[in-house]
Nanobody, 126 residues
Framework: QVQLVESGGGSVQAGGSLRLSCAANGYTYSSYCMGWFRQAPGKEREGVAAIYTGGGSTYYTGSVKGRFTISQDNAKNTLYLQMNSLKPEDTAMYYC???????????????????WGQGTQVTVSS
C-alpha cells in the first residue's frame, strides 16, 4: 500500500526558508505526478507545485514562482519542496500528493491526485 509521509514543517520568520520532504513508501516512482498542496484555515486546498516524475517538468502556482522549488530524489523515493523568502501568507498545512494515472502534464488540480499524506504545518510570522 502507498503511504506518503511529510516532514520538515515548522515555524519561521518572514524571509526565512524551510524544506519539506515527502517519503513515498510503496509508491512506484515512475512517470506520474507528485505535488504539494496547502490549506490555510478557512480556505480551500490549493495546488502549490507539481512535478512529472517521468520527465521532470514542473508546475508552480503564481504566488510561489521564484520562491519555491519542487524536486525529487528517485533513489530515496522522496519528494521535496524548498521554500525560500517565506511570507506570512504561506502559512498553511502542506500536503504531499501523488497520482496513479500518467497524466503526462502535471498541474495543481486536486482531481489528478489519488494518494495523500497527513500534512505538515508551516507557520510564517511577520
Amino acid at each position: 500500500q502507498v503511504q506518503l509521509v511529510e516532514s520538515g514543517g515548522g515555524s519561521v520568520q518572514a524571509g526565512g526558508s524551510l524544506r519539506l520532504s515527502c517519503a513515498a513508501n510503496g509508491y512506484t516512482y515512475s512517470s506520474y505526478c507528485m505535488g504539494w498542496f496547502r490549506q490555510a484555515p478557512g480556505k480551500e486546498r490549493e495546488g502549490v507545485a507539481a512535478i512529472y516524475t517521468g520527465g521532470g517538468s514542473t508546475y508552480y502556482t503564481g504566488s510561489v514562482k521564484g520562491r519555491f522549488t519542487i524536486s525529487q530524489d528517485n533513489a530515496k523515493n522522496t519528494l521535496y519542496l524548498q521554500m525560500n523568502s517565506l511570507k506570512p501568507e504561506d502559512t498553511a498545512m502542506y500536503y504531499c500528493a501523488a497520482s496513479r494515472i500518467d497524466w503526462v502534464t502535471c498541474s495543481g488540480a486536486m482531481n489528478e491526485y489519488y494518494y495523500w499524506g497527513q500534512g505538515t504545518q508551516v507557520t510564517v510570522s511577520s
